[in-house]
């Protein structure tokens, strides 16, 4: 008998620690869903379900704008003053056309969306309980609603607009050139797909919008006391090496996309700090 209570035990003793592991794992999930974090994602998501008909009619509304317009930007887009010499672009598909003022469309509903959810979260993150709480527990340093957060907006708005800019008359007409130069003197003719164009542009601008935004993520960071600018200084290695890596996520895949794209960064990055050094000390 004891034999075969030994041999039960034996047997049976993995599904008493699986039990035990699943016990565990439930009191851990609870104690998550308890916490300030949890209760964020709680509200996020509550807050998601009741305004899902706004979101929806904001989106729509979105791509209604949107899609009227998307054929004057195209035009646009496509003027031969704006590209490189013996350049055309050209559709491949019956559908090409259409299927690109339709994402066009749904992009600009989808960032109006963005927008709106960015302007609400700030509104009523703000005023939330659980929000307040994981605030204190992180010791971060908010900055009060005043001139300090109208000044970061408009860094925000400003860098964009300096972003747009340099990705317009500087990145992409010296990026054309050299591609288009580069294909010529191999030999081949230069037909660019309508919509391959298009999202080259825009995946360029888009990278250069982000990353000159690294001076007020760097502000921000160091000013809400997230980390020091000593310890700052300490990961430089590996700030420039993100900023390349970015780069290379956000930017078409040539290396002088990666070095223009990512060049800005890291240069305004290190202008924060040399700001942040001059106005306070520490």
Excluded: C
């Amino acid at each position: 008998m004891k034999k075969n209570s030994y041999r039960l035990s034996y047997v049976f003793a993995p599904f008493g620690i699986i039990m035990a592991e699943k016990e565990s794992l439930t009191q851990t999930v609870a104690e998550l869903v308890e916490s300030p974090g949890g209760q964020i994602l709680i509200d996020v998501k509550e807050f998601l379900i009741s305004k899902i008909k706004y979101i929806v009619g904001i989106f729509i509304l979105g791509v209604i704008i949107g899609f009227p317009l998307t054929k004057s930007v195209i035009s646009w887009l496509i003027d031969p003053s704006r590209l490189p010499d013996d350049v055309n672009i050209i559709v491949i598909t019956p559908v090409e056309y259409i299927l690109l003022q339709f994402h066009i469309a749904t992009s600009l509903g989808a960032f109006m969306v963005m927008l709106y959810l960015f302007f609400v979260a700030v509104w009523r993150g703000l005023g939330n309980d659980s929000v307040k709480q994981r605030i204190a527990e992180l010791n971060l340093r908010l900055p009060s609603v005043g001139p300090t957060v109208i000044l970061t907006l408009l860094s925000i708005l400003g860098l964009a607009i300096g972003g747009l800019i340099y990705s317009w008359e500087l990145l992409t007409p010296m990026i054309l050139q050299y591609l288009t130069d580069d294909a010529q003197n191999a030999g081949l003719s230069t037909e660019w797909r309508l919509s391959g164009y298009v999202g080259f542009i825009v995946s360029l601008a888009l990278a250069s919008v982000i990353g000159f935004q690294s001076p007020v993520a760097t502000l921000l960071v160091l000013r809400m006391g997230v980390l020091e600018r000593k310890q700052i200084r300490g990961y430089r290695r590996h700030i420039w090496f993100t900023a390349f890596l970015l780069g290379a996520l956000l930017s078409p895949p040539d290396p002088l996309s990666l070095f223009l794209v990512a060049l800005p960064v890291v240069v305004l990055f290190e202008f924060a700090l040399i700001l942040d050094s001059i106005t306070r000390r520490g």
